[in-house]
């Protein structure tokens, strides 16, 4: 399919992103999982342990996308839903949200190696973050979306996420159904990723192991034992 001209917004985003002269560092995949995702083209969907860098090297490629001229955008989504009951947050509902957009922040600054990058895209309308509560009535154009932590997420709040799909757009998904802070009966990602399944030509899978864990030797020790733990008690 040819891809469509870019919008008169499109090529502002794409010269503003130019004319601040980021560059990503060099970054390679350090398992096969994570080489699988760099190599395909398509949407994906990634799911499994913690610690494996689903969202880094997703972000990765985001922006390496864009610097080549392919998106103008980057989104990140995520559903407002915490580890625990903190109770009531102060403050606007923008300031609430800024709470789960903390690890983009340190995820852009890193890949840049510069503090404040993630500022700096987000008032050039380069990068923007948003819950799912915002998502309906919103159409996705010459945009890189990554959906995260999709376990904490209902079918309908990624129903409603892919149905944004507009033209010349990628998705990446990333969850882990053991990471979930919802009940069984509250969160989608089974029956959504189930139903990806069919979209061969459309999207990608890659599941994640304890052998793909990058973020710490200890992290991958002890999931390890963890699932030795409740393998044992079952």
């Avoid at 009966?185 to 304890?210: A, C, H, N, R």
């Amino acid at each position: 399919m040819t891809k469509r001209r870019t919008s008169k917004r499109g090529q502002a985003r794409q010269k503003t992103y130019n004319d601040l002269h980021l560059d990503p560092i060099d970054i390679s995949p350090m398992t096969d999982s994570q080489r699988r995702v760099f190599e395909s083209k398509k949407n994906q969907v990634l799911h499994g342990c913690a610690g494996t860098g689903k969202t880094f090297i997703t972000s990765y490629l985001a922006y390496k996308a864009i610097q080549a001229g392919e998106f103008t955008k980057l989104v990140y989504i995520r559903s407002a839903v915490s580890t625990r009951n903190i109770g009531f947050l102060p403050g606007t509902e923008a300031e609430k949200a800024a709470v789960y957009e903390t690890p983009y922040k340190e995820i852009t600054n890193e890949i840049f190696d510069r503090g404040g990058t993630y500022d700096d895209l987000k008032k050039k309308g380069i990068v923007e973050f948003m819950t799912t509560s915002h998502v309906r009535g919103t159409t996705m154009n010459d945009t890189v979306v990554i959906v995260d932590e999709c376990q904490n997420m209902s079918f309908h709040e990624l129903d409603s996420i892919i149905t944004r799909f507009g033209r010349d757009c990628r998705y990446y998904f990333c969850g882990d159904y053991k990471q979930a802070d919802l009940r069984d009966s509250e969160t989608g990602i089974k029956k959504f990723f189930k139903i990806l399944e069919g979209l061969e030509q459309d999207f990608d899978s890659t599941e994640f192991t304890v052998q793909d864990i990058v973020r710490s030797e200890l992290v991958k020790r002890y999931l390890i034992a963890k699932d030795k733990h409740e393998s044992s008690s079952k």
